[in-house]
């Protein structure tokens, strides 16, 4: 079998996956689970004999008209390079995780058939867009992923965050899908076709007109999809889904897919100095203000949601300096170590029975009663602080070289000024970065007090995939000296300067932290234990609904705790109530955009049923009282009849006489 075919099978199999999933989920639903499973499993087998095959050599390229159009002709397309096989590689890996997750998270869930079969429709169009050669197909995908999220993410629809969560998942990213629809369409006018290597061609031959135009309406999207500044705001709220579908949104899929997309078209958006600088200042402003509120959450997954947010944003910075490699790199190191990170907190909830980080810090043994989870989440969350020698402190160092070659002008892709603003931003978001991980940690596993009703051993389909998921975390990183060639051929491996800054600056985060945590555990015991809702024997998905329900009971909000004893409300200081409601920019929103449109919808409501139903109903009652008045004539007796019609006739007649005599006498 050709590598094309192959590649063809990889987005196929999760789709034939889903759609029996569906016909069969209530006539055979003992066939559900392994439709789920073995679809998404033989397609990441695919993908990586796909990956072997390509080599990270010359691009394979693959093509057959899907339509005439009349004007720009849409393909079929494949185009393997070394960045779209490996991007699909870990597509699957982590999906296939998330399935076999899912079989014990959701055991018993009814709407079980449905989630799976979402879940295997998410990672077809996830690897559509990672092998597509051709934009309107790529947008296809694209699209279909955020139908996907907004079912998934109201998975637990019976609550109001869940709904609330979906719908403003959905609306955000499409805001930002509508002038990047319009991009695409420029895009294809100005280069003559949809193609991406056609369209590269193009611009590497001056074949653009208005780069900086067309770069800025493509961003629009790409910061809905990748939960950039400033519509990053529906990510957090999307964690009312269930965890592993988070896990799947975060590592894998949803937000993935800008930063991918970039990538693949960075020529385009390199051909304007004026958008890199943009997508600087974009990420710069995500990284820090993301780094920020991660600081001050108290739902263990929000805390994890604004990382990912923060970590896009050095994949942003990467690309605003025109090297994608580091930023593709760092986009599949972060997929590995946050698909753990999420993974585990399932079970940390589940164990825990609650997501409030101020009622794990006052539990004992937590870290005791749950081994796998402790671990590898303690290894995914070094990753993610960029310590050596984990895969996320490879990733992160080849992004801050590349802003560091770009600052100091060994490389012109980019202006200098966005690579002062990437590493500037990206060594603070650094100290941030580990600052947070190190609470996290103590809260969670660290915590002092009595031990809650245990739920006994987790399900070895929840734990297994941790440690499978564990290894790349760990040894991805040590790589990066011998896959430059599936990297554009650029060196990825860590330069002294950088990688002694940032190692002192994340010391320093986690070393603060960590006295600020030992300064303030003490006042633990004078607040409540809060938001716990413990069943022991029960599935956690529904652990996980509970928790979330009891958490916005005890402390108002589900991203908020009045917890003195949290160190990062010692950090923070008076920031801390900016940056636990995201500095109020879902307030903002709703000021400048939310109550306008609601106002304006009110106004064309009045309008309606006042001005126009007033204009249509009083037609209609002219027309009843005409038609009541001509009823009454129509008496049914025929000498009445006569007598009008004589009375008429008579009538006609004088009225001839007198015009006749009056057209006679002038």
């Not at 590598?3 to 569906?22: E, K, Q, R, S, Y």
């Not at 629009?220 to 889904?241: E, Y």
Request: proline share 5%.
């Amino acid at each position: 079998m050709t590598t094309t075919t192959l590649a063809a099978l990889v987005p196929l199999l999760p789709f034939l996956g889903a759609v029996a999933g569906l016909a069969l989920g209530r006539t055979a639903p003992g066939f559900v689970r392994p439709l789920a499973i073995l679809p998404t499993l033989t397609a990441t087998v695919l993908a990586v004999v796909v990956a072997v095959r390509q080599g990270g050599g010359r691009a394979i390229d693959a093509a057959t008209q899907l339509t005439p159009t009349g004007s720009v002709p849409i393909d079929l397309a494949l185009h393997l390079d070394g960045f779209a096989v490996l991007v699909a590689v870990l597509v699957g890996l982590v999906a296939t995780c998330v399935q076999l997750y899912s079989t014990a998270y959701l055991r018993n869930d009814a709407r079980y058939p449905s989630y799976a079969a979402l879940v295997s429709l998410f990672t077809s169009a996830m690897l559509l867009v990672v092998y597509s050669g051709d934009l309107m197909v790529l947008l296809v995908g694209w699209e279909i992923m955020g139908i996907c999220s907004y079912f998934l993410v109201g998975h637990y629809w019976e609550t109001p965050e869940a709904r609330a969560a979906s719908l403003k998942a959905f609306l955000v990213t499409k805001l930002g899908d509508v002038p990047f629809l319009i991009g695409l369409f420029a895009l294809a006018a100005e280069t003559g076709s949809f193609r991406i290597t056609k369209i590269l061609a193009a611009v590497t031959n001056g074949g653009l007109d208005h780069p900086t135009l067309i770069a800025l309406l493509l961003l629009a999207g790409v910061a809905g999809k990748s939960a950039q500044f400033p519509l990053h705001t529906w990510l957090p709220d999307a964690m009312a889904g269930p965890t592993p579908v988070s896990a799947l949104i975060h590592a894998a899929t949803m937000v993935a897919a800008g930063i991918y997309f970039v990538a693949r078209l960075l020529p385009v958006f390199a051909a304007s100095g004026a958008a890199l600088t943009v997508l600087a200042v974009m990420a710069a402003v995500t990284m820090i203000g993301s780094g920020l509120a991660a600081l001050a959450q108290d739902d263990i997954k929000r805390v994890l949601a604004y990382s990912t947010i923060g970590q896009l944003g050095y994949m942003s910075g990467a690309l605003a300096v025109g090297d994608r490699g580091a930023a593709v790199f760092h986009l599949i190191s972060h997929g590995a170590f946050k698909a753990v990170l999420f993974l585990a907190a399932g079970v940390v909830i589940h164990a825990a029975g609650t997501n409030s980080l101020a009622a794990m810090s006052r539990m004992g043994g937590l870290a005791r009663r749950i081994p796998d989870a402790y671990w590898t989440m303690t290894v995914a969350l070094l990753a993610l602080a960029a310590v050596p020698p984990f895969a996320g402190f490879f990733s992160k160092e080849a992004v801050l070289v590349a802003a560091e070659h770009t600052a100091v002008g060994d490389r012109a892709v980019a202006p200098a000024a966005a690579g002062w603003t990437v590493l500037i931003a990206g060594l603070a978001a650094a100290v941030l970065t580990a600052a947070y991980a190190t609470r996290l940690w103590l809260l969670a596993f660290r915590g002092r007090g009595a031990e809650l009703p245990d739920h006994g051993r987790q399900p070895v389909a929840m734990t297994a995939v941790l440690w499978i998921l564990a290894v790349p975390t760990i040894a991805f990183g040590l790589t990066s000296g011998v896959i430059g060639d599936w990297f554009d051929g650029h060196a990825l491996t860590p330069s002294l300067t950088t990688a002694v800054l940032a190692t002192g600056v994340t010391l320093v985060g986690g070393l603060v932290t960590y006295g600020a945590w030992r300064h303030t555990t003490a006042l633990a015991a004078r607040t409540p234990i809060g938001a716990v809702a413990a069943h022991p024997g029960a599935e956690p998905a529904l652990v996980e609904a509970e928790a979330m329900t009891s958490h916005t009971a005890a402390y108002g909000t589900i991203a908020a705790a009045a917890d003195p004893a949290d160190p990062g409300r010692l950090l923070l200081g008076p920031l801390h109530r900016h940056a636990v409601t995201g500095f109020h920019l879902d307030a903002l929103y709703t000021a400048l955009f939310v109550r306008p449109v609601q106002q304006a919808a009110r106004l064309v409501r009045f309008l309606d049923r006042t001005v126009v139903d007033t204009y249509v109903n009083g037609s209609g009652a002219v027309t009843r009282l005409l038609g009541t008045a001509v009823r009454r004539a129509q008496t049914g007796n025929v000498q009445t009849y006569l007598g009008a019609l004589l009375a008429g006739s008579l009538v006609l007649a004088i009225a001839a006489v007198v015009f006749a005599n009056v057209n006679a006498g002038s």
